[in-house]
């Protein structure tokens, strides 16, 4: 019993930190309805510029500034260069654009930095902790903090501001958002440039726990289940997907791996997306849509 | 094998008769040409893959681009085809190769219906699950338990002698014929059954598929049915790159980067389109080879292979982007407007004949 605690709060912490690559999606799904797949690769490149950064001498806050400013210029780029040209593209159409995004970042980022792995070290401890009789990794606490931290961050920041209201009034109808004052445009770019900075503190947290290296934009594979369970519009869905998924998938390596064979965390999560969308089509926090013929 | 039949322009009374003398012209053009040239490097890097990657953009393209249901999986169902073929053909008594191959595509079939279900009550991107699911699943089985590839050693199939009615087919020439009759064969069928009621329903569906269902379409049916008639488009194209192209092949080579390369040769060749496909292909296959001659004239042979894959990428994101802008529809419309007449294989629908506009 002890054990079996062990793995499902060992892994529900784990699935905190795939929710924190997955509020990246939402934040953007949100603010114009692209499902943005470069999110992954945004990620790996806000970890390496970051580290290496680091590496040459910068220090740990100015690296973190020079590379939101580069993330925020990207966000500017990808409004004017890919997404306004797009504007009447059909939702297939946008995903595939950031498809074609994902791999300029990864191309990019690997031509600028290399592809070699970085250590990244945020003083944050690896150390087994007890806590209420359950022995936990130290980092994985902290990192839920960090992920916890954001979240009510942009929780608070798109429920209860006007920069929040006009999000969502963009995302419901782009047409009314702008005949009432809303700038389409500068919406589009602050929700690019909050989910650069989700995928940069995103990128450290995964990149002290793992190395910087080029799996890190694959990550994105992790966080989708979770979104998909979560539903592309909440916040807060994510991150209880995220618990779901990374408890599920520590307890299925754990006790399934033995019966059906090694690698069953690789599809887990998305057969249980599956079954969670069976039971509800839009993700268990997700908005309904509505359609007329 | 040298083209198709003649009165093929007769049996297509909906559409131009140039249309059909174009496929012909161009199905031959494929069958004759490169054996006058007859290289092999032509066959075996070039032409087999491209035939094979169009085939597996004309399954994509049915789901997707006809029936508008957005798939992730498709190396997933290519991994079906080719590991069902291969043990259909090692394991059933009397199946050459042939009908193994067609016998795989309809195992691919029946795995598409499944993991299409869920599009019975999932819409849109949920629907990614559904696909992302069989992507990561197929391989990972494929590979788990040896008996799918005989006992061999982390699951690599190698394709048995290409052979056809006692013809030794077993040489570059030999596999890109076989190739290119199967596509062709598929291709023609594909393409009639789009220009039949059950495309026509694949399309309601996908432009609105609320409506589609109040013009009593039943949705259902014709959802399974594009994933069914998809999936064994991807199967046969599977089977094709285990047996006429790689030769051998492991389910790690069926990985979300071949989904991804398949969903750009529709897009690239243009959604909707069949001879989008085709085009959609060459340019996959072919842009590789021009980036690395590219990149080898100017940096000479020190040219760093890490750098040519990354700028490669980069090149590769940017066209795509680009394409999207510029073009929505994809190298076929770019094709179209080059042209001087309008010489479109598919979507009659566009220019429907004089009587039938008439009666609208």
Redesign the interface.
């Known amino acids: 019993m002890q054990f079996f605690l062990e793995v499902l709060v060992a892994g529900a912490l784990s699935g905190v930190m795939y929710a924190l690559v997955a509020i990246g999606f939402v934040l953007i799904y949100r603010a114009s309805g692209v499902?943005n797949f470069a999110q992954g690769s945004m990620i790996l490149f806000a970890a390496l510029t970051f580290v290496n950064l680091v590496e040459r001498g910068v220090p740990f806050w100015l690296a973190f500034g020079a590379t939101l400013l580069l993330l925020i210029a990207a966000a500017f780029a990808i409004e004017r260069?890919?997404l306004r040209?797009?504007s009447n593209?059909s939702?297939?159409?946008l995903?595939?654009?950031t498809?074609?995004?994902?791999?300029?970042f990864?191309?990019?980022s690997?031509?600028a930095w290399g592809?070699q792995v970085h250590a990244l070290d945020l003083g944050i401890s690896d150390d087994p902790v007890s806590v209420a009789g359950l022995s936990l990794s130290s980092f994985d606490i902290a990192a839920t903090a960090i992920a916890g931290s954001l979240v009510v961050v942009l929780a608070l920041v798109t429920g209860k501001t006007n920069l929040g209201l006009s999000l969502r009034a963009v995302a419901a109808d782009p047409l009314a958002a702008l005949s009432i004052g809303i700038r389409l445009d500068r919406v589009t770019v602050i929700a690019w440039s909050l989910a650069g900075f989700v995928a940069l503190v995103a990128g450290l947290v995964w990149g002290a726990r793992s190395g910087v290296q080029f799996s890190l934009s694959l990550i994105v594979?992790k966080a989708?289940?979770v979104l998909?369970i979560g539903g592309?519009t909440s916040i807060g869905g994510v991150i209880v997907a995220g618990v779901l998924v990374g408890a599920g998938e520590n307890l299925a390596a754990i006790y399934l791996g033995p019966t059906?064979?090694?690698?069953v965390e690789?599809?887990f999560a998305?057969?249980l997306?599956?079954v969670f969308?069976?039971a509800r089509?839009?993700?268990l926090f997700?908005q309904r849509t509505w359609?007329?013929? | 094998m040298a083209s198709l039949p003649a009165p093929l322009a007769a049996a297509l009374p909906r559409t131009p008769r140039i249309r059909a003398l174009a496929t012909v012209l161009a199905v031959a053009t494929a069958a004759i040409v490169p054996f006058a040239l007859g290289a092999d490097y032509l066959f075996g890097a070039v032409l087999v893959p491209i035939l094979i990657l169009s085939l597996a953009g004309l399954g994509l393209n049915i789901l997707?681009g006809y029936a508008g249901q957005?798939s992730l999986g498709s190396a997933a169902f290519m991994a079906i085809g080719a590991f069902a073929t291969y043990n259909i053909h090692l394991r059933v008594p009397g199946f050459t190769l042939l009908p193994a191959i067609v016998a795989g595509g309809f195992v691919s079939a029946g795995f598409g219906v499944l993991f299409g279900l869920?599009s019975l009550?999932?819409?849109?991107?949920?629907l990614?699950?559904?696909t992302?699911?069989a992507q990561?699943?197929v391989p990972?089985a494929l590979s788990?338990?040896g008996w799918f590839s005989n006992g061999s050693a982390s699951g690599v199939i190698t394709a048995p002698p290409l052979t056809l009615g006692g013809f030794d087919l077993d040489n570059p020439a030999g596999r890109y014929a076989f190739t290119l009759g199967v596509v062709a064969v598929l291709t023609l069928l594909a393409r009639n059954l789009i220009d039949s009621p059950t495309g026509r329903a694949w399309m309601a569906v996908r432009d609105?598929d609320?409506?589609a269902a109040?013009l009593g379409i039943p949705l259902g049916r014709a959802k399974l049915l594009a994933f069914a008639v998809s999936s064994f488009l991807l199967g046969i194209a599977g089977a094709l790159w285990a047996f006429t192209y790689l030769g051998t092949v492991e389910p790690a080579g069926f990985d979300?980067d071949r989904s991804?390369q398949i969903?750009f040769v529709i897009?690239l060749g243009g959604?909707g389109s069949i001879r989008g496909n085709f085009l959609g292909a060459a340019f996959v296959v072919l842009l590789p080879v021009a980036l690395s001659m590219i990149g080898g004239a100017i940096a000479g042979p020190s040219l760093d292979p890490?750098?040519l894959e990354?700028?490669?990428?980069?090149v590769?994101?940017?066209?795509?982007?680009f394409f999207?802008?510029a073009e929505?529809d994809g190298l076929t419309k770019l094709l179209d407007r080059a042209l001087p007449y309008p010489l479109e294989l598919d979507r009659p629908d566009e220019t429907p004949p004089a009587g039938v506009a008439a009666n609208v």
Do not use: D
């Open positions: 499902f260069f890919v040209p797009l593209g939702v297939i159409t995903f595939l654009a498809l074609g995004l994902s791999y300029i990864e191309g990019l690997q031509i592809a594979l989708l289940p998909i592309f059906i064979g090694n690698g690789g599809w998305y057969i997306a599956l969308l069976m089509p839009t993700g997700g359609a007329r013929i | 997707t957005l869920p009550r999932v819409k849109g991107f949920y990614i699950a559904s992302l699911a990561f699943f990972w788990q338990y609105m609320l409506a109040a979300l991804f969903l897009i959604l890490a750098l990354n700028a490669q990428k980069v590769f994101g940017a066209l795509i982007i999207l802008v929505p």
